[in-house]
């Protein structure tokens, strides 16, 4: 079995909820750590640490703007996980087919 350490890192990444409605956020533009944090509960520390993780695997990057450093998507890589999935979608579905074709045999030709 082949593992991509970087997939592996935004899966894991992205298993967290909070992670992944600061990607949904993210998606629509970019944002502050304080604009991501607006809708949560949880102490601006807590929401950094998040986007650090996110940065980490490659799924945020944050640049400085004077005294801002908005965070912003990076859409590229989170092509690679989706094409990841369709590839797994499609191998799977080649398999229900071949199930399908198998089960739809009459027992004699089997």
């Known amino acids: 079995m082949h593992s991509d350490p970087?997939?592996?890192?935004?899966?894991?990444?992205?298993?967290?909820?909070v992670r992944r409605a600061?990607?949904?956020?993210?998606?629509r533009g970019?944002?502050?750590?304080?604009?991501?944090?607006?809708?949560?509960?949880?102490?601006?520390?807590?929401?950094?640490?998040h986007v650090g993780v996110l940065r980490r695997c490659g799924l945020v990057e944050q640049r400085r703007e004077?005294?801002?450093?908005?965070?912003?998507l990076r859409v590229d890589r989170l092509n690679r996980l989706s094409?990841?999935?369709?590839?797994?979608?499609?191998?799977?579905?080649?398999?229900?087919?071949a199930l399908e074709t198998h089960l739809a045999e009459p027992e004699a030709t089997r």
């Open 83 to 97: 094409a990841w999935i369709d590839e797994q979608r499609r191998a799977w579905d080649d398999r229900l087919d």
């Open 30 to 49: 970019e944002a502050t750590v304080g604009e991501l944090g607006e809708p949560f509960d949880l102490t601006p520390q807590a929401i950094s640490h």
């Open 66 to 72: 004077g005294t801002r450093r908005p965070c912003r």
């Open 6 to 17: 970087d997939l592996d890192l935004a899966f894991a990444a992205l298993g967290d909820p």
């Open 22 to 27: 600061l990607v949904t956020r993210l998606a």
